[in-house]
């Protein structure tokens, strides 16, 4: 019955490895996002798909790629992490302009 | 750029009592939303006043919205433990062809039993 789910809930990994995480909402929403929370609980969009389509893309390295395989799924790739990239990263999904729903969070740690 | 800035960073009070948090932003909106976080969790939608709204209830959430100074309130009566959470606003701004959230950076609300 989870509305919008991430996996997976922790992931510590070494500098320079290539991770992913996954974002599924069974909400119907058209729109999904990705969200990086830091160490002081500021959250800051980073990408937005609409129907599959990147209509956001934030300030953030090339090196983090979204994907949206359809509507309902937004994974988030990131190659050759860094310290910096330690963080919580939500995903959330909505109706175009309407109230956004989070997933539980994923807590990324880069050792 | 970072839109809501919520006003206290952090508030302390006794279960009971009424706990009020502010926001301001800096452009014009079409809607300010106050979201909630547990430790540890994710973000929980709370209530969203649209810009011709002045005032909106939901339970025991009061918000208030004045356009001409930028500003939001979110008002908790008869707070609870439970209350005990960072609460954020965020702003869709009007304008932009794309609708995105600027969240502000919060304000720690701890409700002691």
């Known amino acids: 019955d989870t509305a919008v789910s991430q996996t997976p809930k922790y992931l510590v990994t070494q500098m320079g490895n290539d991770k992913s995480i996954k974002c599924e909402q069974n909400?119907?929403?058209?729109?999904m996002y990705w969200y990086k929370q830091d160490s002081k609980k500021f959250l800051k969009i980073m990408f937005s798909y609409n129907n599959k389509e990147l209509i956001i893309n934030e300030t953030v390295p090339n090196r983090f790629s979204p994907k949206s395989p359809d509507k309902a799924h937004l994974n988030l790739h990131i190659n050759s992490l860094e310290l910096g990239d330690s963080a919580v990263y939500f995903c959330?999904?909505?109706?175009?302009?309407?109230?956004?729903?989070f997933g539980p969070g994923t807590r990324l740690l880069v050792l | 750029s970072q839109q809501g800035e919520e006003d206290p960073q952090a508030l302390s009070i006794q279960e009971g009592e009424n706990a009020t948090m502010n926001c301001s932003y800096k452009t014009s909106i079409n809607n300010l939303q106050w979201y909630r976080q547990n430790s540890g969790r994710g973000l929980v939608h709370l209530i969203l006043?649209?810009?011709?709204?002045r005032e909106k209830h939901s339970g025991r959430l009061r918000v208030t919205l004045d356009t001409s100074k930028k500003s939001s309130s979110l008002l908790i009566t008869a707070s609870r433990a439970a209350d005990t959470a960072s609460y954020f606003c965020?702003?869709?701004?009007?304008?932009?062809?794309?609708?995105?959230?600027?969240f502000g950076k919060g304000t720690l609300l701890t409700v002691n039993p």
């Open positions: 965020a702003t869709d701004e009007s304008g932009g062809s794309n609708y995105k959230l600027t």
């Open positions: 959330a999904s909505s109706f175009t302009q309407e109230t956004q729903y």
């Open positions: 006043i649209r810009s011709n709204e």
């Open positions: 909400l119907g929403h058209d729109t």
